[in-house]
């Protein structure tokens, strides 16, 4: 189970409840992701002062693939001109750029059939519509460190604000995140079988 506390200062603590559905005892927190504000993913937030709102799906994985879906929604007043690739930046977790992994246009050098490789074509979102692009890796250890990186840092066009994703990058020691462009939402299946 998930939960999103948003707005926590440094060293804030943040208290909640999360309804488990029945009884539990021994829950621990395995993990604490946290992104400044200005680059947090809320995909049901305020519309920003960009105007879109970018957000990753949780994904799918299967022997050692994995497909992660961006979504965009235009949730401003104005039209939002689309027209390749997200741009990238693999980060650690301390937030700080990964370096070694080189981001490649569409997910063939990774996989086939994973949905990311369509070519970049121009089109334009007009308020309240949406567009998808897929992240894809593979998680193939052999000679050498693998690279684990939680964070990967979204501008959905060139100088576009960042928005940061935690799809939780489990690289091994491939080197390689595949990247699909932006594709119209009523054409796009972010993710295999969805």
């Known amino acids: 189970m998930t939960k ?8 804030a603590v943040g208290k909640g ?15 604490v992701r946290s992104v400044p504000s200005a680059e947090a993913s809320r995909p049901n937030g305020p519309c920003p002062a960009s ?3 970018v957000s990753a799906d949780e994904g799918d994985a299967a022997m050692g693939l994995r ?4 979504r965009l929604r235009n949730c401003g007043t104005a039209d939002v001109a689309l027209n390749g690739y997200p741009e990238l930046q693999v980060l650690d977790v301390e937030r ?6 080189q981001v ?3 997910g063939a050098r990774i996989a086939s059939g994973t949905g990311a490789d369509d070519p970049p074509r121009a ?3 007009k308020p309240g519509e949406a567009a998808g692009s897929t992240l894809v890796w593979r998680n193939t250890t052999e000679g ?3 690279v684990n990186a939680p964070y990967v840092r979204v501008r959905a066009t060139p100088g576009a604000a960042p928005v940061t994703v935690t799809p939780e990058l489990d690289l091994g020691t491939t080197g390689r995140l595949g990247v699909g462009a932006w594709v119209r939402d009523d054409a796009a299946s972010p993710t295999p079988g969805r």
């Open 96 to 101: 700080r750029p990964v370096d070694g992994v």
């Open 123 to 125: 089109f334009t979102l």
């Open 67 to 70: 497909v992660v879906g961006l």
């Open 144 to 146: 050498g460190a693998p």
């Open 51 to 53: 105007g879109v709102l």
């Open 4 to 11: 999103t506390v948003e707005g926590l200062a440094p060293g």
């Open 104 to 106: 490649v246009h569409g």
């Open 17 to 31: 409840r999360v309804e488990l559905g029945g009884t539990a005892s021994g829950v621990k927190v395995l993990r």
